[in-house]
């Protein structure tokens, strides 16, 4: 399975770096629009984003929209020593935010912690999805040890370009389904799996 993942992740990754900054800009305002719409989005105080890195798509644009309805963004930032994502609240991009773990926007440790327990919606972070709301990450296993943690109450949501979308994420027993994808072309609404 790890080579299955490994050579799925690679594929996507290229065929994602080789979208036009037109197209990627495009998309991400049509990702963000639908999401921010959502109304477990609306709903929801206390936010769980992710930034952008390399050619994801904009998630700024949904942050900004979380920040201009008042709720906390919480940004995740990598601690290394515990092999975890700590999660921390972010209002200002421009000053807060900085190239982290592996080149990966993070918020300052100065920014406040968010409880985990206070997380009411996620914008999970993939490289690859299939319409069942399995995911393959980058590898490092960093959401799959946080997402476990979040409440079950909490939306599990992720953003992707079309071409992301694939037939069949190669998935192991423990892998759960998201929420919901949403792509520029479609939202895709798999059964919510039992946490």
């Given at each position: 399975?790890?080579?299955a993942?490994?050579?799925?992740?690679?594929?996507?990754?290229?065929?994602?770096?080789?979208?036009?900054a037109?197209?990627?800009?495009?998309?991400?305002?049509?990702?963000?629009?639908?999401?921010?719409a959502?109304?477990?989005?609306?709903?929801?105080?206390?936010?769980?984003?992710?930034?952008?890195f390399?050619?994801?798509?904009?998630?700024?644009?949904?942050?900004?929209?979380?920040l201009?309805?008042?709720?906390?963004?919480?940004?995740?930032?990598?601690?290394?020593?515990?092999?975890?994502?700590d999660?921390?609240?972010?209002?200002?991009?421009?000053?807060?935010?900085?190239?982290?773990?592996?080149?990966?926007?993070?918020?300052?440790?100065?920014?406040?912690?968010?409880p985990?327990?206070?997380?009411?919606?996620?914008?999970?972070?993939?490289?690859?999805?299939?319409v069942?709301?399995?995911?393959?990450?980058?590898?490092?296993?960093?959401?799959?040890?946080?997402?476990?943690?979040?409440?079950?109450?909490?939306?599990?949501?992720?953003?992707?370009?079309?071409?992301?979308?694939?037939?069949?994420?190669?998935?192991?027993?423990?892998?759960?389904?998201?929420?919901?994808?949403?792509?520029?072309?479609?939202?895709?609404?798999?059964?919510?799996?039992?946490?």
């Amino acid at each position: 399975m790890r080579e299955a993942k490994r050579a799925l992740r690679e594929r996507i990754l290229r065929a994602r770096d080789a979208l036009s900054a037109e197209i990627r800009a495009e998309a991400s305002a049509a990702v963000a629009k639908t999401l921010a719409a959502r109304p477990d989005f609306i709903a929801a105080r206390v936010v769980l984003l992710t930034l952008p890195f390399g050619s994801e798509w904009d998630t700024q644009l949904l942050l900004a929209s979380a920040l201009e309805r008042g709720k906390t963004a919480a940004v995740p930032r990598v601690d290394l020593e515990k092999r975890m994502l700590d999660v921390h609240a972010v209002c200002d991009l421009a000053r807060e935010v900085a190239p982290g773990y592996r080149g990966i926007p993070e918020p300052s440790a100065d920014c406040p912690l968010v409880p985990l327990a206070s997380i009411e919606w996620v914008l999970v972070p993939g490289v690859a999805f299939d319409v069942r709301g399995h995911r393959i990450g980058y590898g490092g296993g960093y959401y799959d040890r946080l997402l476990p943690a979040l409440p079950r109450s909490a939306a599990r949501v992720a953003g992707a370009f079309e071409l992301q979308m694939v037939d069949e994420v190669p998935t192991a027993p423990h892998d759960f389904a998201l929420d919901a994808i949403v792509t520029e072309a479609r939202t895709i609404a798999p059964v919510r799996s039992p946490r």
